[in-house]
C-alpha cells in the first residue's frame, strides 16, 4: 500500500491504494467518488471515461499509482456548485441523451475531450470521437444530437431516434 494524491475537481484527495488498484476503483471505492461508472473493466465501454492532466482517459485503464500528483476531473465537477448543469450536462437533457444514464458520466468526460479540441465537429467526427463509448439504450442519435447543440449547432437535420 501507498499513498495515492489527487487534485480531483481542484480539490486534493489522498487515500493508500495498493500497486493494481486502477484509477477508476480508486475514484469510487477509496476517494468516494462514484460518478465514474464501471462497465466492463476491460476498456470497451467508456463509462469510466476520466480527465488526467486535462487529457480523457478510461480510468479502468489506468493504476492509480500512475495518476499520483495528477489533477483528475470526473463527472462530479461538471456542474457548477449550486447545481447548475455545465452546457453539455443540460444539452443532454434538452435532447434526452440519455435513458438509464449509465454511460453518461462517460460519454459527458469524453464530449467536453471532443470540444476542447474541436469546438464545432461534424456529425461524423462525433460519432468517430464516440467509438470508445457505449450505449446500450440511446440508438446514439441523441447523444450525438446533444454534444453538437452544445456546440452552438443546428441539430434540426439529425435523425431522430
Ligand atoms: S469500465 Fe473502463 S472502459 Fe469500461
Ligand atoms: S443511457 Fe443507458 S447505457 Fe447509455
Known sequence: MSQVTLTVNGKEMSADAEGRTL????????????GTHVGCD???CGACVVHVDGVAVKSCTMLAME????????????????????????AFQDHHGLQC??????????????LKTNPKPTETEV???????????????????????????????????
Open 101 to 114: 444514464g449509465f454511460c453518461t458520466p462517460g460519454m459527458i468526460m469524453s464530449a467536453a475531450d471532443l
Open 67 to 90: 495518476a499520483d500528483g495528477a489533477a483528475v476531473s470526473t463527472i462530479e465537477g461538471q456542474a457548477a456548485d449550486d447545481g447548475t448543469l455545465n452546457t453539455l450536462q443540460q
Open 23 to 34: 484509477l477508476s476503483q480508486f475514484l469510487r471505492e477509496n476517494l468516494g467518488m462514484t
Open 127 to 161: 460519432r468517430h470521437h464516440l467509438e470508445g463509448n457505449i450505449c446500450r439504450c440511446t440508438g446514439y442519435h441523441n447523444i450525438v444530437k446533444a454534444i453538437m447543440a452544445a456546440s452552438g449547432q443546428d441539430v434540426s437535420g439529425i435523425a431522430a431516434e
Open 42 to 44: 476491460t476498456s470497451q
